[in-house]
């Protein structure tokens, strides 16, 4: 029950960071958005290790190193989706992509995800169609570079969650750390070789700071969520922060779905929850 509750949380957390990101990535470079959020969250880092100590091995550290950069990169991505527009729909795609990775990974595991698991991977793709689908079949609803960014990102963190959910419990917060560290170094040489600028503007940098807090602290919960359960079922549960992103969205920015999408969202919903099964 406590890797449940723990995926649960970091999945909120997951979702109102996205939402903050996507926020700040609409007046800034999502590059720099990233790389400044994550460098805000460092002291958040530094508590977490004090509080949660441990003895990590060569291991751990190195699975959050490359955590690290699957996750960087996948923030970039989604960040410059969520900038243009249709929170409610790049989400949900993201999502269904990210929790079906680790499904996947887990055929060539011992930890084989079942039936089910498998179902609810099938029912995933039928709900990207759908929610990619604007009124009578048309792709009106989202533009194809979207759609192709949201699958691209969650790609990327079903590789993050794959590869963070392999450090063990006894290393504390360490590979979280090892995560910030190498996604930071990642985003400056990314920043560095395309000329972004890392400076945001007072009301950016509120957006990017909350996305950055929570985005770490998220990271924090869902290792420790791993640590104490069944990779394919907790990352499946982290994989519904949309639902948060989606509600913000809709309450804030005052999208509108179309019924066609509503549908997808729906098959979305059962995905996940055959996934986690």
């Known amino acids: 029950?406590?890797?449940?509750?723990?995926?649960?949380?970091?999945?909120?957390?997951f979702g109102t960071a996205d939402f903050s990101g996507g926020k700040?990535?609409?007046?800034?470079?999502?590059?720099?958005?990233?790389?400044?959020?994550?460098?805000?969250?460092?002291?958040?880092l530094v508590a977490?290790?004090?509080?949660?100590?441990?003895?990590?091995?060569?291991?751990?550290?190195?699975?959050?190193?490359l955590a690290g950069v699957a996750g960087a990169g996948g923030v970039m991505l989604l960040y410059r989706a969520l900038a243009g527009g249709m929170m409610a729909v790049v989400a949900p795609i993201t999502a269904i992509t990210a929790a079906v990775v680790p499904i996947v990974a887990g055929l060539f595991t011992s930890s084989f995800p079942g039936g089910l698991a498998l179902t609810g991977a099938g029912l995933a793709v039928v709900a990207i169609a759908l929610v990619s689908l604007g009124e009578g079949g048309s792709?009106?609803?989202?533009p194809t570079r979207l759609v192709g960014l949201a699958l691209a990102a969650g790609g990327l963190f079903g590789v993050f969650f794959t590869l963070l959910g392999q450090a063990s419990e006894s290393a504390g917060m360490w590979p979280v750390a090892a995560v910030r560290a190498s996604s930071?170094?990642?985003g400056l040489v990314?920043?560095?070789?395309?000329?972004?600028?890392?400076?945001?503007d007072r009301r950016v940098l509120g957006w990017a700071a909350v996305a950055g807090l929570l985005d770490s602290a998220a990271n924090a919960l869902f290792m420790?969520?791993?640590?104490?359960?069944?990779?394919?079922i907790v990352?499946?549960?982290?994989?519904?922060?949309?639902?948060?992103t989606v509600l913000l969205a809709l309450a804030v920015d005052r999208e509108r779905l179309r019924p066609v999408q509503i549908a997808g969202l729906g098959f979305a919903a059962g995905a996940l929850v055959l996934a986690s099964i």
């Open 1 to 13: 029950m406590l890797p449940i509750l723990l995926a649960a949380v970091s999945a909120i957390a």
């Open 24 to 44: 700040a990535s609409r007046r800034a470079d999502p590059i720099a958005v990233t790389v400044v959020s994550q460098l805000l969250s460092v002291p958040l």
């Open 48 to 65: 977490l290790v004090l509080v949660v100590p441990g003895t990590p091995t060569v291991a751990d550290i190195a699975w959050g190193l």
């Open 139 to 142: 792709r009106t609803g989202i």
């Open 184 to 186: 930071i170094a990642f």
């Open 190 to 200: 990314l920043a560095a070789a395309t000329g972004v600028r890392l400076r945001l």
């Open 224 to 232: 420790a969520a791993a640590a104490r359960g069944h990779l394919s």
């Open 235 to 244: 990352a499946a549960i982290a994989a519904l922060y949309p639902a948060s």
